[in-house]
């Protein structure tokens, strides 16, 4: 059984907004043991839409679609279905009066009141259904949908789901339940997919170990992927090829012993939790360039008060000095992006946070602030606690975010060195 | 002219990488007058991507590839789009030197040194390129390429470009100025694109707008998107249409006078930048529930320096005392999460900080901590500033992530409304 997915949106397409959906959607499938093919991006053209659902359904056994039902006009993904599954379009009476009992309690909620015409004719828009559609109950104003071709015409189930990613996943659980769905899921045999990450490997490397043991792992589906530094391996399998995952892990466990975090597909975020967790320690961050991303990322995870204190932006060097302690004569001696500098941040967010571990950023994220010396991308990371400390002078390549996104990677996995190594 | 672009790689299709290529590639397209017909995301599958090739080729006069460049053997890209364009792969020996000396180059660095074998077999396979390709040189150790169809056969020019953010942009001149491309190009005509945005309105009310001159901007391609609370018009046209542009703007911003903040593209981020350093002020923030995302969104601006000092980051109760000097007996009083402590957070990062302007929040972005009275969602946005204050409590939807994300939205907003309303 294979999935195929389409994101709808000409502000998807032309890069504006990022989508958060196709993944998502992906992610469930798989684990629904459907496999997924392609995900196709279209604006919002009707056109493109069509020819996007017909190449689909060509080798696919189920699409999904996301976006282009709201209100307005550029929102024609429920006609351009029913036109690929040749049913018409039919107003659902009971749909509108749920949609406008809808629309009627967020207005209630809001200090500026739109215009009533206006909102009715959003409500009757959306409530336009394909004859013959299950209608998934809406979760912000818009009605999900599952439509079928029309009777005697070839084609698979269509699922259309809405853009706003929270009102696609509170939809998901009616979406699987529907009938149509249902016939598919049933028909799917479990698959599996288990991680492996590593810190400082090559993917060339990696490359040398699966060609040794390429013939007694031939059931699994192999992909390697190098981001940010980690190089993640990812397996699918399905049940009959569940034997072969032990060979494949002991031998990347045995080849690159020195390098491999997780096993069990926990992210660095999570090892970290964990180890913080473990010790009974809490975390405190003093950021310059990285400006609060770190700590951001370790207030992520739900239940991260446990271990993290809080922590310091130091944009300015005179708020090293006022709020982390960093003494002025160092910042002139050795400049704000040093060794030095780092690990005064470290030990003056521990001191000023009271946690046992502290984390000290500071460096160059461009475009501008570079010299010759320390051109832009250095970057001094230090991590200070009771039972030691680290530190690593980065030489980051990319622009302004790449900098600072692999900053926080790296400090991440500074601070889980020093946990699980000391 | 019409492009369509191909994201090959199975960690995006399943959702553990966000695509960043397409997106940015669309872009660039898009100022070069090239028309953007369909992404399409495929897995490391040689099958799927040579039909994702063949159906984009039919209705597209350019196609761009995106990953599948790595040395490893799930990287195929190169030899599919061979195999497309009727081409056989030939060992390139001039490429194959230059990535010898790059990979060395980058050994040289590391601490860990790789098996010599192991790198010379992966550079083998990256210099490996479809007969009669142009070459883009590598900006990390994979090089793109322009693959046009065998003499004789039918097709359109294939710009293959590496996954890697940095490295695709990199290279994205070179493959600009190869013969191939640039005939693609000469045939563009220009495409102006937009941007007017929103905070506060209806989608629904938009569309009355747009109906009612629908028949004065018929040569625009407006698209209307809701995003985090904003509501973005996006517009694109080629010159013929120009002069109906002014009709829409003209529109929109007697309609919305009370919510439109930018005509231009600009962002809140930007607008918010310009109206700091137009009045020399600085900003500081005191984050509870963000947890320093704030700050990190006000430094990803270059030049922030300019107009940020710092920030605090005050996750435990005991941070939002001892760093930004909020009574104890407030939270114990009005707890951790009111109007009075968000208040007293934007008063003490200004104090802390000696900035002008101070940003506190505190919420309850879940999944724990919600109550009857304050359930998952609650925040308190608080604005400091000697010319007034602001205050906002929210009852977001939605997950950890998408109340933390929306939440810093809403404060740059509220920063914006003191800054150009007082």
Chains 1, 2 share one sequence.
Request: aromatic share 2%; net charge negative.
């Amino acid at each position: 059984m294979r999935a195929g997915i389409v994101v709808t949106g000409t502000e998807v397409l032309t890069g504006r907004v990022s989508d958060r959906n196709g993944p998502w959607i992906a992610d469930r499938l798989l684990g629904l043991g459907v496999d997924v093919g392609r995900v196709v991006v279209v604006g919002d053209r009707p056109a493109d839409l069509l020819a996007a659902l017909g190449q689909l359904a060509d080798d696919h056994d189920l699409l999904v679609t996301t976006g282009g039902l709201g209100p307005t006009a550029d929102d024609l993904t429920a006609a351009v279905v029913a036109e690929h599954q040749g049913r018409a379009m039919v107003l659902d009476e009971a749909l509108r009066s749920r949609i406008t009992a809808i629309v009627d309690g967020v207005v209630a909620q809001r200090r500026h009141r739109p215009d009533p015409a206006a909102l009715a004719a959003g409500t009757h828009k959306q409530a336009m259904v394909p004859d013959g559609a299950v209608v998934l109950a809406p979760v912000g104003t818009a009605p999900g949908l599952v439509v079928t071709p029309a009777p005697g015409r070839d084609g698979v189930p269509i699922v259309v789901l809405p853009g706003p990613p929270g009102e696609l996943r509170g939809m998901w659980p009616d979406a699987l339940a529907a009938a149509p769905v249902r016939a598919v899921l049933e028909r799917a045999s479990p698959l599996t997919q288990r991680t492996i990450r590593m810190w400082g490997s090559w993917e060339a490397e990696l490359a040398v170990t699966l060609e040794r043991i390429a013939d007694r792992i031939e059931g699994l589906e192999v992909t390697t992927c190098l981001r940010d530094g980690e190089l993640e391996v990812v397996t699918r399998y399905r049940p009959e090829s569940a034997d072969q995952y032990p060979t494949l892990q002991a031998a990347i466990e045995t080849d690159f012993a020195a390098t491999v975090f997780s096993v069990d597909g926990g992210s660095v975020d999570e090892v970290v939790a964990g180890a913080l967790i473990d010790r009974g320690w809490r975390i405190a961050t003093a950021e310059s360039c990285t400006g609060g991303l770190l700590a951001g990322r370790l207030t992520a995870r739900p239940g991260s008060s446990a271990y993290v204190a809080g922590g310091l932006v130091v944009y300015a060097n005179e708020a090293k000095t006022t709020l982390a302690g960093v003494p002025a004569e160092l910042i002139t001696t050795h400049g704000a992006v040093s060794r030095e500098v780092a690990e005064a941040l470290a030990a003056g967010a521990r001191a000023a946070l009271g946690t046992e571990l502290g984390v000290g950023i500071t460096g160059i994220a461009g475009p501008d602030g570079g010299t010759r010396d320390k051109p832009v991308g250095t970057v001094h990371v230090a991590v200070s606690s009771p039972t030691g400390c680290r530190h690593r002078e980065l030489h980051l390549p990319g622009d302004r975010d790449a900098v600072r996104q692999r900053t926080v990677v790296v400090a991440l996995h500074e601070v889980r060195l020093l946990l699980t190594r000391s």
